[in-house]
């Protein structure tokens, strides 16, 4: 659905979960707070990370989103989210309202310190997955 006072149109395209398994991190200033069809500046990071599934987006040191979805780590039994993601997603707000994920702030350098990674949006829910980390 394309909007912005008012629906503008409706498209239904049917989607292809990609299959994530190498994620490089990448420091970009980049500023998604609202959903917008043009993509382009998510296009651009993933394609500077060749051979990779997907991109998470690293500001001030701080883990935000991948070009995709929401992020979570485990801590200590626990789901953390970005306390600032690049985008406040539906699911993300969700699992948060239900206190199933708490907002904190992920420091980069703490990467390889978390029980578990898992992915979410609307369209693939919360997915736990086990990826390859590049450039940690």
């Not at 239904?12 to 917008?36: M, R, S, T």
């Not at 993509?39 to 500001?59: E, H, N, T, W, Y």
């Not at 690049?86 to 309202?97: A, K, M, S, V, Y």
Request: net charge negative.
């Amino acid at each position: 659905m394309l909007y912005d006072r008012e629906i503008q149109s409706i498209e239904y395209i049917p989607y292809q979960p990609k299959n994530i398994q190498k994620i490089a991190l990448a420091e970009h200033p980049v500023e998604y707070a609202f959903k917008y069809a043009d993509r382009k500046v998510f296009d651009q990071i993933l394609a500077s990370s060749p051979g990779c599934d997907d991109v998470l987006i690293v500001r001030d040191g701080l883990l935000r989103d991948t070009t995709i979805a929401n992020i979570a780590f485990l801590e200590n039994g626990r789901w953390i989210t970005p306390l600032k993601p690049l985008l406040e997603g539906t699911t993300r707000q969700r699992l948060i309202d239900e206190g199933f994920l708490t907002p904190k702030n992920i420091h980069q350098e703490n990467i390889g310190q978390y029980d578990g990674f898992a992915l979410m949006n609307a369209m693939i829910g919360f997915k736990i997955i086990d990826p390859i980390w590049v450039n940690i």
